[in-house]
């Protein structure tokens, strides 16, 4: 068994910038303030955030493939027509009780 000898080049020669830049003077540097301490701008009324749930519902894996080619077609999500759907059904169930 040989032992094979390594050496070790010196460091090459870089700028002070670069060096401070690579160095381990970047580690452990305060990151971005937080989010609550950026302020937020007031938001006209037609931009407002709607809060949002979760709707799990099983239908067959025909009419969910056909929903999905529908959305494409007419290309918008699957999430907003059948929002709309539900929105025009309940005014629909509203307005014969």
């Known amino acids: 068994m040989s032992k094979t000898q390594t050496t070790i080049k ?3 020669d ?3 910038a670069l060096e ?3 160095g381990a003077e970047n580690q452990n ?3 971005a303030p937080a989010i609550s301490v950026i ?3 007031s938001q ?3 931009l407002q955030v709607v809060p949002m749930t979760m709707l799990s519902i099983r239908i067959p894996a025909s009419l969910h493939q056909d929903m999905r080619v529908h959305s494409v077609t007419v290309g ?3 999430q907003d027509i059948v929002t709309e759907l539900l929105k025009n059904y309940l005014a629909e169930q ?3 009780g």
């Open 10 to 12: 010196p460091k090459p």
């Open 14 to 16: 870089v700028s002070q």
């Open 20 to 22: 401070s830049f690579i």
């Open 29 to 31: 540097q305060p990151s």
């Open 39 to 41: 302020k937020t701008v």
């Open 44 to 46: 006209p009324a037609s």
């Open 76 to 78: 918008r999500n699957i």
């Open 94 to 96: 509203n307005q014969q």
